[in-house]
């Protein structure tokens, strides 16, 4: 199955509402009977239960945005004299080289381990965007297909896909109108225990190698006792 987005994993994901793709309004008919070009990623973040939620995201979690930035602050606190110091030393005639590359390690590491800790502060957030971002994956796809079937469209393209297309072919409009009455509002807050896509699938895929490496763990011993 394809997916249309992304999740957005990462410590410094946006909290304010993203600015959207623009939708071209296609024109009243198709000029060839069984074509459609669609941007599927900007009729996703133009969808209402997207901006939606991109509205409310910041209220929901306000305490985990509020506590990552003060922590961000503090971290860019600390680093700020280490970073001058270096800086410094590396100017002096002289300069230890050893001494400098310790400093510089030491400021790599505080910054690593910063980034972990806001990713970890910030993994609510990233997850709720995760998790929306899903909903709207999922009814996508359906409305591309009612869409298709009630144009009697069999062939669909991407603006990546071609090099020019009239905009009597764009089918943007339709699929967020019908994007829109399948989902109109997302569910921001996922349920207890969920985790995005991309983990579940790492997930499974540990679990398959885990039990395929299963049946040659226990053949071992058997054949060592023979």
Do not use: C
Not at 186 to 212: F, K, N, S
């Amino acid at each position: 199955m394809k997916h249309f987005l992304k999740p957005a994993l990462a410590a410094g994901i946006a909290i304010a509402a993203l600015t959207a793709p623009a939708l071209v309004a296609p024109a009243a008919a198709q000029a060839v009977q069984g074509v459609g070009v669609v941007n599927l990623p900007a009729v996703a973040v133009n969808s209402a239960a997207y901006k939606a939620a991109q509205t409310q995201r910041p209220v929901t979690y306000k305490a985990q945005i509020d506590q990552a930035n003060a922590r961000r602050t503090q971290i860019e606190q600390q680093l700020q004299p280490m970073a001058q110091k270096l800086q410094t030393d590396s100017q002096a005639a002289g300069a230890n080289q050893a001494a400098l590359q310790q400093q510089a390690q030491q400021i790599q590491q505080i910054q690593e381990a910063g980034n972990r800790e806001l990713q970890q502060i910030l993994q609510p957030v990233a997850y709720s965007q995760a998790y929306v971002e899903e909903q709207i994956d999922e009814k996508l796809q359906v409305a591309l297909k009612n869409v298709a079937a009630a144009k009697k469209i069999t062939l669909i393209l991407t603006p990546d896909n071609i090099v020019y297309a009239d905009n009597a072919y764009n089918i943007n409009q339709p699929v967020l109108d019908e994007l829109n009455k399948l989902l109109p509002t997302a569910q921001l807050v996922p349920p207890e225990g969920w985790v995005p896509r991309e983990v579940r699938e790492q997930q499974a895929q540990q679990a398959a190698q885990q039990q395929a490496a299963q049946p040659q763990q226990q053949a071992a011993p058997a054949a060592a006792g023979r």
